[in-house]
């Protein structure tokens, strides 16, 4: 079973405003990633914020982890309408850095 | 430089019969992980290679196996196909097992009928 739930499930804005995206999850991690996916294809990695980060920034992307509570959040700023997609965040623990998803966000960002 | 190159893009199979789904690593990645994503789910991590051998594996049913050639490529292998089985497989590359992040496929979109 999946150990990562994203909140909300779907989320509709128009452009220019914030979209925040949330994950969370159940045990100890050796990092969190975040990725981006377009109509069913393949995934893209856009942030990895290892357990000792509180916060990281790509472009118009942030992250943050709270390990205390077992979440993370990432914040995308001005969204366009080619942020439309489906986030994903992994969890990734263990030795062999097995990633677990979450059942994604679906964010529309309408023009 | 290439990124992760997965090969076929879509096939149709009938239940019973067996398949199999490539995957070339980007440039310099040591490992190969494959992952089943179902339709409006996220992807269930399969197993992962690295040096030749089957590293770690998740809750899929020996039906499900797979290979990694010295170059680094790697095969999934799917037999006596169910039609649960159709979804979209992802290849995921990486260096020393994932230590630095993945490098994601386009993926394999397998129908079973």
């Known amino acids: 079973s999946q150990q990562g739930e994203e909140d909300p499930q779907a989320l509709s804005i128009q452009e220019g405003e914030n979209a925040t995206m949330n994950c969370s999850y159940k045990?100890?991690?050796?990092?969190l990633q975040w990725y981006r996916q377009n109509s069913g294809r393949g995934l893209v990695h856009l942030i990895l914020?290892?357990?000792?980060?509180r916060e990281k920034h790509s472009g118009r992307l942030r992250v943050t982890l709270d390990t205390s509570k077992k979440s993370s959040s990432l914040l995308i700023t001005a969204s366009r309408a080619a942020d439309t997609a489906s986030y994903f965040c992994a969890r990734c623990s263990g030795g062999y850095n097995k990633l677990i998803f979450g059942a994604g966000t679906r964010l529309a960002v309408h023009p | 430089d290439a990124g992760v190159t997965q090969s076929p893009t879509h096939l149709i199979k009938t239940r019973g019969q067996q398949v199999t789904l490539r995957c070339s690593p980007k440039s310099g990645h040591d490992t190969v992980s494959w992952y089943q994503q179902a339709l409006g789910q996220g992807p269930q991590f399969i197993f992962q290679?690295?040096?030749?051998?089957?590293?770690q594996r998740g809750n899929f049913p020996d039906r499900f196996s797979g290979h990694q050639f010295p170059n680094y490529s790697s095969e999934l292998n799917v037999n006596a196909l169910l039609l649960g089985d159709s979804a979209l497989y992802l290849c995921?590359?990486?260096?020393?097992?994932?230590?630095?992040?993945?490098?994601f496929g386009s993926g394999t979109r397998l129908t079973v009928v």
């Open positions: 045990t100890s991690i050796n990092n």
């Open positions: 290679y690295y040096e030749e051998e089957e590293r």
């Open positions: 914020i290892r357990s000792n980060e």
């Open positions: 995921a590359s990486s260096l020393r097992q994932g230590a630095y992040g993945y490098t």
